[in-house]
């Protein structure tokens, strides 16, 4: 499968860790998919569009930990059920997507798809992520970026910018933002559940 005449975007800085092919058809994502098992590489499919993301770097995952571990505390002392999806692949042909949500998560019951999905950007650009999640019908989107939440809200068929959290709307995501700004993750997590233990 040759795949190198297609590279619509290639990022310059030595933090952008992806690449971006296009007219790639969902045989050729199923193929690399097997290609590339066990590489960390992480693929993102919206129509015919391919983006390749090289393994995650510490401070993606160690942001991705911290804040799911912060929000696990949120509903554990609130008594809200949930259930932790983490990554698995969602997306399928016949809605032209597919994507590995940095964390995700179902409240209440267990669904086929999550409610809650959690993304931390460290790399900016490729595909848009939001698209795929709207053809989903993922309620909630939450993106982190340098220490602040920014949620996306899924109202009539597209996602809205609010300030805070329709599946949540008793939790401070400033106070949970600041606290998964801490250096240390143990200490962020027990001053976090101490906090709103109040």
């Known amino acids: ?9 290639k990022p310059t800085t030595p933090q952008s860790t992806y690449v971006l092919l296009n007219g790639v058809s969902w045989e050729q ?9 066990g590489t960390g590489a992480r693929l993102t499919y919206q129509d015919g569009i ?3 993301m090289s393994p995650l770097s510490d401070e993606h995952e160690d942001a ?10 949120y509903f554990r002392e609130k008594k809200i059920r949930f259930y932790k999806r983490g990554s698995a692949t969602l997306g399928k042909s016949e809605n032209k997507t597919r994507r590995e949500p940095d964390e995700s998560y179902n409240l209440e019951t267990k669904k086929p798809l999550p409610d809650l999905i959690l993304e931390v950007t460290v ?12 053809r989903l019908g993922i309620l909630e989107v939450w993106y982190w970026e340098d220490g602040s ?12 910018k609010v300030s805070k959290s329709a599946l949540l709307p008793d939790l401070d995501l400033e106070l949970i933002a600041r606290y ?19």
Do not use: F, H, P, W
């Open 64 to 73: 991705k930990s911290t804040l799911s571990l912060l929000l696990e505390a």
């Open 123 to 134: 790399t900016s650009g490729g595909i848009n992520k939001l698209e795929i999640y709207k």
């Open 149 to 160: 939440i920014s949620v996306y809200s899924l109202q009539a068929d597209k996602y809205q």
């Open 1 to 9: 499968m040759t795949l190198t005449n297609r590279v619509i975007e």
């Open 180 to 198: 998964s700004r801490m250096s240390d993750q143990y200490d962020a997590v027990l001053e976090y559940s101490q906090v709103i233990a109040k």
């Open 50 to 52: 391919l983006e390749i």
């Open 29 to 37: 994502l199923e193929q690399l998919d097997i290609t590339l098992a």
